[in-house]
């Protein structure tokens, strides 16, 4: 069964690369010039006065680190197209499992960036003074706990575009809104005023990337994190599971 699993992510990598490694490279400028102004703000912040609980190291290690990993800070699958290119009856043809199919897509869609992008700056961080290396070891279960969270988040808001059959478009918008800035991938908790990072960190959309990230750069203890990260998990995969059972007879019933 694994095998499957293989030659669908080999496929996808496939695919993301098909027309050649040149067609990558407006994304992978995007992302390199997405970091010149962030991180420039982040030190105009805290030269400024500001008293931010992270230092300027940890907020250019948190932003860096963000953009090498941005597909899997906040996951987002082809399931957000679901319902206006039929890409859901293809799935339920196939001889897999539907989460499993997804899942081994997305992974594999990954690769070609993970290469061409994020083990390269990785590289170069020393070279911006860029503190690259994570405090602990902990960062590997958070960041894996990440992914697999941002994939249950992933079928949820899917049972959603169902729920609300023809606007798909409008479910990702908002989608994207309500992640951006409740993740913590934007901007960092700790950095929130108000002291809003006591209790935002404990919502659902908390242990996504920026759960890891904070770990990552040290402004968070694993003791923090990794148990409300596999709360979170087990509440939003059994939920998850659930409403995508009865989404997808509803699905069925309206014609796919």
């Not at 982040?42 to 941005?70: C, H, P, R």
């Not at 170069?124 to 860029?130: E, S, W």
């Not at 759960?211 to 968070?220: E, I, K, P």
Request: proline share 5%; with cysteine.
């Amino acid at each position: 069964m694994i095998n499957k699993y293989i030659a669908t992510a080999r496929m996808a990598v496939q695919g993301k690369t098909g027309g050649g490694v040149f067609y990558m490279f407006p994304e992978i400028i995007m992302k390199a010039v997405y970091l010149v102004p962030v991180m420039f703000i982040w030190k105009t912040l805290v030269e400024s006065g500001y008293e931010a609980e992270m230092s300027v190291s940890q907020l250019l290690s948190y932003t860096y680190v963000n953009v090498l990993l941005a597909d899997m800070m906040v996951v987002y699958t082809f399931l957000s197209a679901w319902d206006y290119d039929t890409r859901s009856m293809e799935m339920f043809t196939r001889p897999l499992p539907v989460f499993g199919q997804v899942i081994s897509r997305t992974i594999g869609e990954w690769i070609p960036m993970l290469l061409l992008f994020s083990v390269p700056m990785f590289m170069a961080a020393p070279m911006l003074k860029i503190r690259i290396l994570p405090g602990t070891l902990w960062v590997i279960p958070s960041l894996m706990l990440s992914v697999s969270l941002g994939f249950a988040f992933e079928f949820l808001f899917y049972c959603v575009t169902v729920r609300l059959r023809n606007v798909s478009w409008l479910t990702y918008v908002i989608r994207s809104a309500v992640t951006s800035f409740f993740s913590g991938t934007v901007i960092p908790f700790k950095i929130l005023p108000f002291g809003m990072d006591r209790w935002i960190n404990y919502q659902p959309f908390g242990s996504l990337g920026g759960a890891f990230l904070s770990l990552y750069v040290g402004s968070a203890r694993a003791s923090e994190i990794i148990p409300v990260q596999i709360f979170w998990n087990i509440v939003i995969w059994i939920a998850a599971a659930a409403w995508f059972q009865k989404s997808r007879e509803r699905m069925v019933s309206f014609g796919g």
